[in-house]
């Protein structure tokens, strides 16, 4: 009998040990892990989001991970939520998202998180306790003061301005609008007077019909800040066909090829943005820091991106890819994004 119960229990552990093989391994046990990263942006079919793709596909080849871009056609947060929850059932090895919303898309977040997933957010926080690291494209301070001074400049700091934003709930706008209004409490700009914010919603038809109700609402509009590339292109559009360009000064942040025309035409006197592609090259290289364990994401921790070179997570978990480039007539033909 004994001798039966001993042979009956050999024969199950070796098709316990079989049957895992099959499967890939021992439950718990190390095996390396296919870098599997997945970009989800604001929306797609946006220019700014399919050049910060160029990158992470860049950082992907050199890193010999994988790469896809997912997300909603609409800048959306409750949109976003389904293609998280896809993402986690999937087991990607990280999400690397640009947040609608700080708050609509966290618990998502904080559940792939819980099942192992690394989320990087890159563009646009998230709350940061759901995610490790925010790759941030430029201090959000810096922008935000600056697209005022260059706008006070061009008017002379006097008149009635507006904003044309993306979504209202959008943490990277919100927060650069926040230092304009700072900026703007200053005494210098007394004489200027900040109207209204309008929101396009990062929609082409949208941000053209929201200029044009911002020029029919206050027509002593001397200047827009739009910091936001579909935004600005479109109140371009709009300002040239009105017959209001150079009438009202625009500003703000685009991309160089949707804006040339404009600039060569006076529409646009200056403009920022950083390198797009820069910004999802280093978000992947982040993520993979994150995936293969060599960082978690606190302050302090290093990892070196690629061809960027070495960085180094400062507070609440922000990597910070550099300064922004300025455009005007004298250096837009140099870029092509
Ligand atoms: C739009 C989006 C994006 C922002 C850029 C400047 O494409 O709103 O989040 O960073 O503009």
């Known amino acids: 009998m004994k001798t039966l119960l001993r042979t009956m229990s050999l024969l199950l552990l070796t098709l316990m040990v079989v049957i895992l093989a099959a499967c890939g391994g021992t439950p718990g046990a190390s095996t390396p892990q296919q870098l599997n990263v997945a970009f989800l942006p604001k929306a797609i079919n946006n220019p700014y989001f399919d050049s910060a793709a160029a990158g992470g596909k860049k950082a992907a080849d050199e890193l010999k991970g994988s790469f896809k871009q997912v997300g909603p056609s609409n800048a959306n947060a409750a949109e976003q939520v389904p ?89 990277n706008q919100n927060s650069w609008i926040d230092f304009m209004k700072d900026e703007l409490s200053k005494p210098e700009y007394s004489k200027m007077h900040l109207v209204k914010i309008a929101y396009g919603n990062d929609d082409d038809q949208t941000s053209y019909n929201e200029t044009q109700g911002l020029l029919q609402a206050y027509p002593n509009l001397k200047g827009i800040i739009s910091p936001t590339t579909v935004g600005i292109a479109a109140a371009a ?76 997570v400062g507070e609440n978990g922000t990597v910070v890819l550099g300064p922004p480039t300025v455009f005007n007539s004298t250096n837009i033909d140099q870029f092509n994004f």
Request: cysteine-free.
């Open 237 to 312: 559009r709009y300002l040239e066909a009105s017959g209001n360009a150079k009438k009202v000064a625009l500003t703000g942040l685009g991309t160089p090829n949707s804006l040339k025309k404009y600039v060569k035409d006076g529409t646009i006197q200056s403009f920022e943005l950083w390198d797009v592609s820069h910004l999802g090259y280093l978000a992947y290289y982040a993520a993979s820091a994150l995936v293969s364990g060599k960082i978690t994401g606190k302050q302090g921790d290093t990892f070196t991106a690629g061809s960027l070179g070495q960085y180094t």
């Open 83 to 171: 293609f998280i929850n896809t993402l986690t059932q999937q087991h990607v090895s990280a999400i690397v998202v640009s947040a609608d919303d700080p708050n609509a898309i966290a618990p998502s977040l904080k559940q792939a998180i819980a099942q192992g997933i690394k989320v990087v957010s890159y563009d646009s926080d998230t709350a940061p306790d759901a995610r490790q690291i925010f790759v941030n494209q430029a201090s959000a301070e810096d922008l935000g003061r600056t697209e005022v001074q260059v706008l006070a400049k061009q008017i002379n700091y006097t008149g009635d301005i507006a904003i044309l934003s993306a979504t209202s709930t959008a943490t």
